[in-house]
T-cell receptor
Framework: GQQVMQIPQYQHVQEGEDFTTYCNSSTTLSNIQWYKQRPGGHPVFLIQLVKSGEVKKQKRLTFQFGEAKKNSSLHITATQTTDVGTYFCAGPGTSYDKVIFGPGTSLSVIP | EAQVTQNPRYLITVTGKKLTVTCSQNMNHEYMSWYRQDPGLGLRQIYYSMNVEVTDKGDVPEGYKVSRKEKRNFPLILESPSPNQTSLYFC????????????FGDGTRLSIL
């Protein structure tokens, strides 16, 4: 069946270092979404990418959608302690009504 | 304030005792969904609903039931809970489709003994 994978599973960085998480789908996606979940919290929508090769920025966060629309990445420049949490990618399942989430990348930032 | 409200937030119960987790949204969203979150597995979709009286299975529907009698409510029912259903559950909603940004509730932590 369709799978969405993310690497790495965990990442520990020193505050100020950069961070990247990668998302790979076994099938082509019509769009991809990114969510952030703070410890003890619920997932919060960050952004949606739709076009092949699309790049979007939100302050220190840069999101990319691959040319083949099967992979995506989230890059954080100069991490801060407020970036701590788990980052999930998600895409439509084989039916547009289903949603498949990746397993997430947990980010720890050491002050 | 736009929100998705789940109740209860925490529940400890025993095997076989029927339970219901309620979910309500005030955004007039058509699409609602239930997920369970387990360590290392991310969020897995249990059931979703496109509109009133329209529900369908996600990836892990076994042992769960849902209903959508009103647009705002989407309860999750465990008829005979078992320990492998111990998990963190999230309800979410989006405007029309699952492929649109979803708003999540605060979560319900269920422990089945």
């Amino acid at each position: 069946g369709q799978q969405v994978m993310q690497i790495p599973q965990y990442q520990h960085v020193q505050e100020g270092e950069d961070f990247t998480t990668y998302c790979n789908s076994s099938t082509t996606l019509s769009n991809i979404q990114w969510y952030k979940q703070r410890p003890g919290g619920h997932p919060v929508f960050l952004i949606q990418l739709v076009k092949s090769g699309e790049v979007k920025k939100q302050k220190r966060l840069t999101f990319q959608f691959g040319e083949a629309k099967k992979n995506s990445s989230l890059h954080i420049t100069a991490t801060q302690t407020t970036d701590v949490g788990t980052y999930f990618c998600a895409g439509p399942g084989t039916s547009y009504d289903k949603v498949i989430f990746g397993p997430g990348t947990s980010l720890s930032v050491i002050p | 304030e736009a929100q998705v409200t789940q109740n209860p937030r925490y529940l400890i119960t025993v095997t076989g005792k029927k339970l219901t987790v309620t979910c309500s949204q005030n955004m007039n969203h058509e699409y609602m969904s239930w997920y369970r979150q387990d360590p290392g597995l991310g969020l897995r979709q249990i059931y979703y609903s496109m509109n009133v009286e329209v529900t369908d299975k996600g990836d892990v529907p076994e042992g769960y039931k849902v209903s959508r009698k009103e647009k705002r409510n989407f309860p999750l029912i465990l008829e005979s809970p078992s320990p492998n259903q111990t998990s963190l559950y999230f309800c979410a909603s989006s405007l029309r489709r699952g492929s649109e940004p979803q708003h999540f509730g605060d979560g319900t932590r269920l422990s089945i003994l």
